[in-house]
């Protein structure tokens, strides 16, 4: 089932979400639909609090080459954990929940995840450039944490002017953007 993905400005997107206590029948079902709206989308990364559920949950698929074809790499992390982290990339990002903003954010490189799969089972995940910035994007997603939030005031008053002139159907030229990301991570 594809669910909505909360937008710019709701206040639900700002709160720290909580520790998922076990991983039932339920937390699968919102990772099937979370992956499914996520594809929809499409994204290559959506939290939990995007969608309305204040629970440490969120999925990736940056994808994966097998030869010339690039093919699905699904990911599920509950109650995430970042376990270690090095050198710094910048990489421009969009976000699902903050419609045409695309900003440069710094991020560690290269990152060690430690999280429960969708199966309750305790893994590691190392990620590099793309997944690294996506379960780094996420995460910031379950603690309230949005890409608005690196934005300076003048920018982010000026993002905020742009929703309410799109909501009002007025056409904007201005872009509140600093290039092109490959993905909307999520």
Not at 17 to 25: F, W
Not at 103 to 115: M, N
Request: hydrophobic share 40%; with cysteine; aromatic share 4%.
């Amino acid at each position: 089932m594809i669910l909505d993905i909360l937008k710019y400005p709701n206040p639900l997107l700002k709160k720290k979400s909580l520790p998922v206590g076990s991983v039932d029948a339920e937390i699968r079902r919102l990772v099937n639909n979370m992956f499914e709206t996520m594809y929809a989308a499409p994204g290559v990364g959506l939290a939990a609090p995007q969608v309305g559920i204040l629970q440490r949950v969120l999925v990736v698929d940056v994808g994966r080459l097998e030869g010339e074809t690039r093919k699905r790499d699904p990911k599920v992390l509950i109650n995430p954990r970042l376990l270690s982290r090095e050198e710094k990339i910048v990489w421009e990002e969009g976000c699902l929940s903050l419609p045409q903003l695309i900003v440069p954010v710094e991020r560690s490189k290269k990152i060690v995840v430690e999280a429960l799969d969708q199966h309750g089972q305790l893994k590691k995940w190392s990620g590099e450039d793309l997944l690294a910035v996506a379960f780094q994007h996420e995460m910031d997603h379950l603690d309230g944490i949005l890409l608005v939030d690196r934005l300076s005031r003048l920018k982010r008053d000026l993002y905020k002017k742009r929703l309410e002139k799109l909501a009002r159907g007025e056409k904007v030229e201005e872009e509140i953007a600093h290039g092109k990301g490959p993905a909307y991570i999520g």
